[in-house]
């Protein structure tokens, strides 16, 4: 109880250092002189986002006592149910840097935004669900890195191990900035207190508890995101006099520009404002960015592999897929009104990160949180403002549990100390997730040189978990990859994909991260007119291309693992285990293929 | 050495969706009553009073069926 004063009482210091004193005191620069902030709080708002981070510690503490164990800290004691688990999958997902991103992505790029929820997500989780799970179950191993340890070898492992956690403490430094940058242009918080508040919090409540402590949060979050944005599109829908009028609206501001189909505008690169061919869309999105993420992010596959059975894991990730389609509705919509609504009632036009920084305006980012300040009074707004929190805590806390699992089990323990207690293990699992986010709260500023913060972690997904995605994918399903092959086929797509960002971003004498050079995105993304999405999504594909290639190539010319050594990691030498008698309606295959009966169907609608 | 059983997650859930709502009705009440200065968008629809609704139901709902204080099935069953 002791401690529990303590850390409400730091709270109460922190946020008085945070919140401008007072609901109705002046509106002040943000730092960096240009914008306003947009929401004035009241104090019913403060108690809303105060309870919040007191049952969020709360939990952190109560869990302590159940993580014991390597199993319990890392793995969250394997024994969560389908629902839990599926949840949590989702919101370690459902970052406030995704909504915020997407809206925004949206706003730019109209319904091609929604892609990314539906053949940018859901083939590849069912594809987890009945295809990868499996293995990653049965192998029992704690990690994605830890597949690769048995099924390539310790070079894989160690490659994959360090990728990995540079990854996550980047992406979890890019949720910092992004929050704090919220928070500072909405209520004129304080950079630098939300930054050490919010990751505080993570840090604490993730070392305490570990992913069984992420996962409670997380469900938590999953909840509160939902409840504290569903009612913007909503109110929005109403306000502009529902889904035919808004997109008669939208249509009637963009002539000649296609805002609103899913496929019909990506004929050619010239047709979409996102410069995208439907082969980059297919193929770079669908196949490689998004089986990539989905089936080897560990951050994600994480949370499934701590249910209780391999079924409850498969139906898990199925409980994620579908509330991973119905995401459109609190971020793709909320996009769109921001065309329809915003523009068209408020006058309110927004533009480019780099424009609005020069001349002071609302820039594309800005979607989510102008929307909120339209329709949310007090109240609403804490409660708007809490989901804000809570999402962009969800992503962090989801990187900082995955990068002590992975720092832990595939770095510290093979590399540093084989052969310490389960007790130290623990105790590093814990000190590494405060070392994570402080290393995350240095890092947190590189996001300022990119012009949309979804890029900046797309750029980062590309680098490492695309091409770990084709090392893992020729390992279950072909016996003759060899160690050899998985290692160079792992770093040579590390290598071109770190090699095309560079190549897109170059200039004659200088290198611009901010800036795509036409002369050379033609060569990648098969148009000069590719923006940063479709870029990515081409050198998605490229990467994983390059790194398949490369381990089929090597693996011919190299001695592979004999049969016995790759049971239960390689299809056809792994048997299912037993799990009794299921009734079919519990069948994951089953709901597998209604999930993507649902997913062609909705892209018809939508055609 | 056998553990303590848990608080299940949805109990937690329940407890603050039920004190949120409560709060966010009370205030949608009292604008109700007394109209703020500043009007927002659709501000007629009263949204925060019928959403409180929403969260304290979904509240008491969880709170009622995860109560963590009730007995354990298995305890019921050995008597």
Known sequence: MKSLRHVWALILVLFAGIVPLGAEATVPAAAGGAASRLLTMSPIDLVIIVLYFLVVLGIGFYLKKYTSTGEDFFMAGRKMTAWIAGLSFISANLSSLETMGWSAMAYQYGMLGAHAYLIGAIPAILFLAVVMMPFYYICKTHSVPGYLKLRFGEASRSLAGISFSIMTVLVCGVNMFAMAKVMQMMLGWNFDLCIWVSSITVAVYVALGGLLSAVFNEVLQFFLIWLGTLLIPILGLIEAGGWSKMMASINAQHPGQNFTSLWANLGSAASNPMGMHWTGMVFGLGLAVSFGYWCTDFLQVQRVMAAKSLRSAQNGTIIGSVFKMLVPLIVTIPGLLGLAVLTQKAGITLVPESVAQTTGGHSYNEVLPLMMSRYLGPGLLGLGITAMIAGFMSGMAGNVSAFATVWTYDVYKPLLNKTASDAHYVSMGRWSSIIGVIIAILTAYTAKFFSNILVYLQVLVMFFIIPLFGVVILGMLWKRASPAGGFWGFLSGILSSIGMFVYVHLFPGRFDPAQLNPEHVKHIALSPLARDMAVNMYSALWSLLICMSVTVLVSLFTKPKPDAELKDLVYGLTRLPEEGHCPWYQKPVLWAGVVMVVLIAVNVLFW | ?79
Not at chain 2, 14 to 41: D, E, F, R, S
């Open chain 2, 1 to 79: 050495m056998e553990k303590k059983r848990q608080i299940e997650i949805w109990f937690f859930i329940g407890g603050l969706l039920g004190i949120y709502g409560i709060l966010i009705l009370g205030t949608g009440i009292a604008h109700w009553i007394h109209p703020p200065v500043k009007q927002l968008a659709l501000s007629h629809l009263h949204s925060d009073v019928w959403w409180g609704i929403l969260l304290t139901a979904i509240g008491i709902v969880y709170c009622i069926k995860y109560w963590p204080f009730k007995e354990a099935p298995q305890a019921k069953s050995k008597r």
